[in-house]
């Protein structure tokens, strides 16, 4: 499955299609230029189980890498695996 991002001025997705539908989805608001702020994830109940919403939060973590910008996970599932990946400690606001 491929993941996509989509971005405007200050709110942004990153997602897995199908069918024309989004299948999972996490979103995040930027807060300056410096700052993403993760504010929800949902994954179909058809991928349950499967670490769908891992690797969305794996593509916010590479994109910041890449963008030199830090993550405020205030929705609880990313915020969760941002205290078991201490990989992830780099990114985090």
């Given at each position: 499955m491929i993941i996509q991002h989509q971005q405007n001025e200050t709110k942004g997705l990153f997602f897995i299609e199908l069918?024309?539908?989004?299948?999972?989805?996490?979103?995040?608001?930027?807060?300056?230029?410096?700052?993403?702020?993760?504010?929800?994830?949902?994954?179909?109940?058809?991928?349950?189980?499967?670490?769908?919403?891992?690797?969305?939060?794996?593509?916010a973590v590479n994109f910041a890498r890449q963008q030199k910008i830090k993550i405020m996970p205030l929705c609880p599932f990313a915020k969760a695996i941002f205290e078991k990946e201490l990989d992830y400690q780099d990114v985090l606001f």
């Amino acid at each position: 499955m491929i993941i996509q991002h989509q971005q405007n001025e200050t709110k942004g997705l990153f997602f897995i299609e199908l069918d024309h539908k989004n299948i999972a989805e996490m979103t995040y608001v930027m807060a300056g230029t410096d700052k993403m702020i993760i504010d929800h994830t949902e994954v179909s109940p058809t991928l349950s189980g499967k670490g769908i919403g891992k690797q969305l939060v794996k593509e916010a973590v590479n994109f910041a890498r890449q963008q030199k910008i830090k993550i405020m996970p205030l929705c609880p599932f990313a915020k969760a695996i941002f205290e078991k990946e201490l990989d992830y400690q780099d990114v985090l606001f």
